[in-house]
Structure formats: structure tokens, C-alpha cells
């Protein structure tokens, strides 16, 4: 008797819990128009800086960056920030491939893409 009122409370349990649904929202964004926005955004922004811009500058306007990398040599110091500017895969994640690289020697700007990383880490 006892296994049975128990059963039966289990399956009560259960039949009422089916189909409860939880949503969390996306701040009214789809994610696919999120990210494609964001790297439309700093597609244009690259594209327009100047060599010589501050970092500062640069990380407030476009924000944290995907990736970043830093080193000194003879006593300058290499910053190198990533933000993401094509598509190459859907998983949902971000890749080194799918940025786009800023090169600073001492909080300025020297250059971008992979030339600039090749040039300032030979």
C-alpha cells in the first residue's frame, strides 16, 4: 500500500511538471542578429581608424576584445586586441580566424591584421 501511494504520488509529480518551460530573455536580440551586428560594427570601425590611436580610445568604443595578446621587447610594450569581423564557423564560439588583430607598441596603434602581428613579433 504504501509503495503504491508513493507511486502514485511520483507520477503526480511528474505529469505535472511535463511541458513547463522556462525563458530566459535575449535582451530582445536573436543571437545569430546579435553577433552579426557586433561584427558588422567593428568591421566599420576598423576600417576607419588611424594609425597613432590610443588604446584607450579604441577599447571604449569597440569594448572587450575577443582575444588579447601582450609581450615587451627592449623595453616597448606589444598589445595586440582581437575583435571579431567575418564569419567562418557556426559553433557558436569565436576563433583567432574569425578576427580581426590591433597591434599597439605602447598604447598606440602601429597597425592591424596579420601583417602587423608578423611585423611587430619578428
Not at 5 to 25: D, H, K, M, P
Not at 36 to 63: F, P, T
Not at 100 to 107: E, R
Amino acid at each position: 500500500m504504501f509503495k503504491a501511494a508513493r507511486l502514485a504520488a511520483l507520477l503526480l509529480t511528474t505529469s505535472t511538471l511535463t511541458g513547463c518551460v522556462v525563458a530566459i530573455g535575449n535582451d530582445g536580440f536573436d543571437d545569430d542578429e546579435q553577433w552579426e551586428q557586433s561584427q558588422k560594427r567593428n568591421e566599420r570601425y576598423i576600417d576607419s581608424i588611424k594609425l597613432g590611436a590610443r588604446i584607450g580610445a579604441i577599447h571604449a568604443d569597440l569594448g572587450e576584445p575577443d582575444y588579447r595578446d601582450s609581450f615587451q621587447r627592449n623595453g616597448d610594450t606589444f598589445e595586440v586586441l582581437y575583435y571579431r569581423t567575418q564569419h567562418r564557423h557556426s559553433d557558436g564560439k569565436t576563433t583567432r580566424d574569425e578576427t580581426t588583430p590591433l597591434v599597439f607598441i605602447d598604447g598606440q596603434l602601429v597597425g592591424y591584421g596579420i601583417t602587423a602581428v608578423e611585423n611587430a613579433t619578428r
